[in-house]
């Protein structure tokens, strides 16, 4: 039976993804900083272990507790929603953390084992965002950015070994936990130059009627790891597709 290790699986799309490959008949090991906040039923099929993706220590432990793993989805990430002026630097530097080497060093650690069988799936979530520019999403969207150009190095390495590397590229999701979090990781007050124009901006988000599902980033995630003639880059969720199209890539 193929086992997938899933990253970030407390809640959002962690927690959907691990849903829905337990529901595929798929050994599943989810992983998350604090394992027992998870809204996780036990499981014939599921092991849950703590994985702190900033922490090396905690990296190596899971991996030798995992075994095999035939596919990764590096999914742990935080937001930041603030003007430029207002980021806080300690703030930035923790989002680079866990969204680029916190996806680095998981990827690194599951690299030999994958390398070692000539065959493995690593998918990475990334974000719409990359390729439709919105305002105060200066600092996340720079670093799923540079999700993207790691995973586009990595696939041709990785092509070597019979290992594919992909990425799926969730819509907005402002009603989520992920998109609260955002607000609260803004680390300090909004400018008062442009609290205005954030408060109008955020409500804006929040009143759009096309937003990205868990179930969508799910199921993206299930077509990226088991097609494996589907295209690199995926869309999840209807605005996606949409900035997908607009930006001249395929959806199929």
Known sequence: MPRILITGCSSGFGLAITHHFLDQGWDVIATARHPA?????????????????TDPNSIAAAIAQA???????????????????????????EVFETNVLGTIAVTQAVMPIMREQRSGVIINISS????????????????????????QSLALEAAEFGIRVGLVFPG?????????????????????????????????????????QSDDVAKAVWRAVTGAQTPMMLPAGADAITWFREAGYTTQ
């Open 37 to 53: 906040a998870a809204d996780l039923p036990a499981h014939d099929h599921l092991t849950f272990l703590a994985l702190d993706v």
């Open 172 to 212: 907005s999701a402002p009603t989520t936990s992920f998109g609260k979090n955002a607000v609260a990781r803004m680390g300090m007050d909004v400018p008062a130059p442009y609290s205005a124009f954030v408060q109008n901006y955020f409500q804006s988000l929040q009143s759009a009627t096309e937003k990205t």
């Open 67 to 93: 075994g095999p793993i035939d596919a990764l989805v590096n999914n742990a990430g935080v937001g930041m929603l603030n003007v430029l002026e207002g980021v806080n630097m300690i703030k930035a530097r």
């Open 128 to 151: 719409s965002v990359t390729l439709r520019p919105l305002p105060a999403l200066s600092v996340y969207s720079a670093s799923k950015a540079a999700v993207n150009a790691f995973t």
